[in-house]
């Protein structure tokens, strides 16, 4: 899940923003049975959920495919749980983790289900409370089939009673705490969502912020949010050339015995080097990843 | 403790500004026996105590009554709490709190009170230390009768050998855990003070930045600040209002079987309907509230 | 190693960069065997440790001397350690300290070197991983030959995965749970080097923040940055002036009986007189410090 930079949500209940997802390049999709599903229609949004999935199948959806099932411990969670399982998905996102146990529980069905013969799925944690902020660490570590954390700011500054800004000053220690947490266990690390749909330079500020702090992707409320995303969590092609410039200067100088020189301004060693060889690292891989597709 | 929005401080050896009490719209006062009092004087401040308290309830003052006591562990710590105990307060304020030993034995002298029949009294804990800091998440859960914490930015700075700034990220990370810590174990949580004392624009940065973070009020050196805490803890009358708007396209979207909505440019969810209602909900208690008095 | 405010590296591999150690006012020094010395010429660097140190004591080099070994566990660490201690240095730098066996291990070998009649040690622990930062509040008070912590931000954000900016956002969290943990364990505390080694600006921004959150010196690159570091962290002599007036101010608000006070449009009361007597008092050893050398 490492190479996730778009994680589009929709609601469950909406099946025609559903089955656009095929004509979206998300590199991962999620069908919302929470928060973007109301309480009435949950449960009908759950029936349908096997046939959509097989819809977006025939389709031959690229990206992950995921259900967010509600809150464990909810009314709901168990049969969301059995229903997604029941479809051909790739995983499931668990809004809300709090307590290893309840990533514990989530996991037990995704063996049973394997024991079953069915391929492995993987769990998205969403760190999103003050409980699930806390306790991540320790949350992050908890579960072998957990590939992934989302960091969700709307919830967390209402769980805590804050407000959100633009700058995002108000979330900062949870949204570090969160990425450090997800990158240390070995995650993949996604980045909260913009609810400003219309505003797509609040979005790219927000998702440049948060590639700084570690963030490998983000979620996504709307296709428009997915190109941005999918943009901003990608190398530009000058950084890449720069990488490979001082990746260069860098064999140069080690020939001359050289461990730390100074390049275009820069005092480069160890750290600088790595994430030079990162960086043009991962831009291959997208590229053999793309012309796969 | 959850609507105090001004915790208003006063030297324990100045009576003239603490019968001053009694016309000031803090949400609660503080007879500071601790950093406002000289050692000198302090002796004679706690023997007045009970006198200053009995002038102030005879007036009718509005509003919670504490003491703060000196650090437990000193040389006043002990007669500090037995004269605080002895008037008619509502509670202790405990400064530099490090260790949760330190809060029960607060609490078990309240405890004994109590079992002699007075009325059950709360502890203000100060978070002000390199130790506080680090702890604060189990000092937070320590001791029941805990109603609220506050944080003391400039005992912290001082502590860390650092210097205070108007934008306060040096402060950024010690705030947002003692935030996080209050509410979590569902306690008020009470922000930095400002020293700057004849700026109304840097208090009110300052406080705009502390609710964001999720305090719900703040420590006030001057009348003038108490006025500018409660305007700033208080939801403004457009922001209620748009909350009541918000609120109502809610239930209009939930009606039309649609969990995510568009309001005035921003898709709205579980985490902000939360946030609405609480906000349109404290609005309405303030409003109660002060009908009451 | 409270009074280091310049922290010079220069790769041990290079002794025409080292052999200038004694004309440069840092206050320490260290050879460097890690990310400065190519990986091929580490054995040739070691083995030249003991001379180049020998040249620099005869040189009577002003200034704390260290030798920065190889991560531990890595295949140089331990000839590392061997060819530092043979050395006549004051410590040695330890990067990337992840668990405190790691720097118990060091600590036995230096006790060890004690024991046989050699002078004491001390140890600088590099904090610059995800593992250093999350678990630096214990790392911080597991050895007692510690004597200061440094924070690696560029290590820190290539091993987390993300971006430095000039603000330094990005690390903000790792970089103030350090100072916290370092001050907290009674270590000096060391804050991140700047790459950019051609802008000054921009060293003195950081120095300034670095100084905020209670960093007590700075990493430097070249000497260039040592003479910035040392300014950037002494005060300057109106701020030392401004302090002297305070305890001024203060010590006639005590003979009044007066605990808090407005002193220049600022409320002081305790933390900001220790601030000021901190400052004061430091100011009186530096000017002391300067006259021995």
Chains 1, 2, 3 share one sequence.
Not at 160 to 172: A, D, F, K, M, S
Not at 243 to 265: H, I, P, Q, T, W
Request: charge should be negative.
């Amino acid at each position: 899940m490492n190479l996730v930079r778009s994680l589009l949500f929709a609601p469950a209940n909406q099946p025609d923003r559903l089955k656009k997802f095929p004509r979206i390049a998300a590199d991962a999709f999620v069908i919302d049975l929470e928060d973007g599903t109301p309480e009435a229609d949950k449960a009908a949004a759950r029936a349908q959920l096997n046939e959509i999935v097989g819809f977006l199948r025939a389709q031959a959806l690229r990206g992950l495919l995921f259900v967010r099932i509600n809150e464990t411990g909810s009314a709901h969670a168990e049969a969301d749980l059995r229903a997604a399982l029941a479809a051909d998905i790739d995983g499931v996102v668990v809004p809300k983790i709090e307590a290893p146990a309840q990533l514990r529980e989530i996991g037990a069905a995704l063996a049973l289900r394997e024991a079953l013969g069915a391929r492995p799925l993987s769990i998205v944690g969403g760190v999103e409370s003050m409980r699930g902020v806390a306790h991540v660490l320790a949350l992050a570590e908890s579960e072998p089939r957990l590939g992934a954390l989302y960091f969700g700011a709307e919830d967390y500054i209402t769980d805590i009673g804050g407000q959100r800004t633009p700058e995002g000053l108000e979330v900062l220690y949870a949204r570090s705490q969160t990425v450090l947490a997800a990158k240390m266990a070995g995650l993949a690390a996604l980045d909260q969502a913009v609810v400003e749909i219309r505003d797509d330079q609040r979005f790219r500020a927000d998702a440049a912020c948060g590639r700084e702090l570690g963030y490998g992707g983000k979620i996504c409320l709307l296709p428009r949010q997915v190109e941005l995303a999918n943009e901003m969590f990608s190398s530009a092609p000058e950084e890449v050339e720069r990488g490979r410039r001082l990746l260069a200067a860098a064999r140069e100088a080690d020939a001359n015995s050289v461990g730390a020189f100074d390049f275009e301004g820069r005092m480069i060693d160890g750290p600088l080097l790595k994430r030079a060889r990162a960086l043009v690292g991962l831009a291959d891989r997208v590229a053999d990843s793309s012309a796969e597709k």
